[in-house]
Nanobody
Framework: VQLQASGGGLVQAGGSLGLSCAASERTSHRTAMGWFRQAPGKDREFVAAIRSWSEYYGDSVKGRFTISRDTAKNTVSLQMNSLKPEDTAVYYC???????????????????WGQGTLVTVSS
């Protein structure tokens, strides 16, 4: 499956931004859809994932970010609130049909990746 991420941009600290990821084909609700991010000079970090209607979040974004999925439209979205400068990164969406609960936070478990969209949070 091919993924196309969109919605990045520049926002002030405390603001909100929404990201969207469109899949080229329909995916089962059992396919994990996730968001990862990578800041300059840092390792890739798990942000959020959704699989079989369950949501998972990285500790740094819990309570601020919300992932959602529209299977009819083949999209997964990430609503980001209360943004902080440390949220600045390139955000990638990913899909994995063989992702299981124990690997859902691991980027290596995902098969397909979008091109990334830059989110910049100014202080």
């Amino acid at each position: 499956v091919q993924l196309q991420a969109s919605g990045g941009g520049l926002v002030q600290a405390g603001g909100s931004l929404g990201l969207s990821c469109a899949a080229s084909e329909r995916t089962s609700h059992r396919t994990a859809m996730g968001w990862f991010r990578q800041a300059p000079g840092k390792d890739r970090e798990f942000v959020a994932a959704i699989r079989s209607w369950s949501e998972y979040y990285g500790d740094s974004v819990k309570g601020r970010f919300t992932i959602s999925r529209d299977t009819a439209k083949n999209t997964v979205s990430l609503q980001m609130n209360s943004l902080k400068p440390e949220d600045t990164a390139v955000y990638y969406c990913a899909a994995g049909s063989r992702v299981i609960l124990s690997t859902i936070t691991e980027g290596t478990a995902y098969d397909s990746w979008g091109q990334g969209t830059l989110v910049t949070v100014s202080s």
